[in-house]
C-alpha cells in the first residue's frame, strides 16, 4: 500500500483545511486507516481514525469535535476536515496504515505541512 497526503497549508488560527491522502493498492479489511501528525521537536501523536468495514471513527481529546476523518466511495482517498485550527494543531500530518488505532503501523505516506498562525 502506497499513501501520499497533500492539502496542508498556512492559514490563520480558526480557519479550516482538509487533507486528502491519495492510497494506491488494496489495505486489508482488518487494517485501521490513521492520521498522525509529528510537530518539531515532539513527538508524533495520533490524530484520528477508522477501520475499513466499519464506521466508526476514533479521535485524540486534542482535535475532537473540530476534526473529522472521512473516506471516499472507494478504498482510493482517506480525508481529514480540519475546523477550528489552533497554533497547536502545526504539523505535518501523514496518513498510515496500522493494524490498530494509533500504534502497530504498517505504511506510511509522505506527510503534508500545516502551519496554523495566530
Known amino acids: 500500500v502506497q499513501l501520499q497526503a497533500s492539502g496542508g497549508g498556512s492559514v490563520q488560527a480558526g480557519d479550516s483545511l482538509r487533507l486528502s491522502c491519495a492510497i494506491s493498492?488494496?489495505?486489508?479489511?482488518?487494517?485501521?486507516m490513521n492520521w498522525v501528525r509529528q510537530a518539531p521537536g515532539k513527538e508524533r501523536e495520533f490524530v484520528a481514525a477508522?477501520?475499513?468495514?466499519?464506521?466508526?471513527?476514533y479521535y485524540a481529546d486534542s482535535v475532537k469535535g473540530r476534526f473529522t476523518i472521512s473516506r471516499g466511495n472507494t478504498k482510493e482517498t482517506l480525508y481529514l476536515q480540519m475546523d477550528s485550527l489552533k497554533p497547536d494543531d502545526t504539523a505535518v500530518y501523514y496518513c498510515?496504515?496500522?493494524?490498530?488505532?494509533?500504534?502497530?503501523?504498517?505504511?506510511w505516506g509522505q506527510g503534508t505541512q500545516v502551519t496554523v498562525s495566530s
Open positions: 498510515v496504515t496500522a493494524k490498530n488505532i494509533g500504534t502497530d503501523f504498517l505504511s
Open positions: 477508522f477501520r475499513w468495514g466499519t464506521t466508526r471513527t
Open positions: 493498492g488494496r489495505p486489508f479489511s482488518s487494517h485501521v
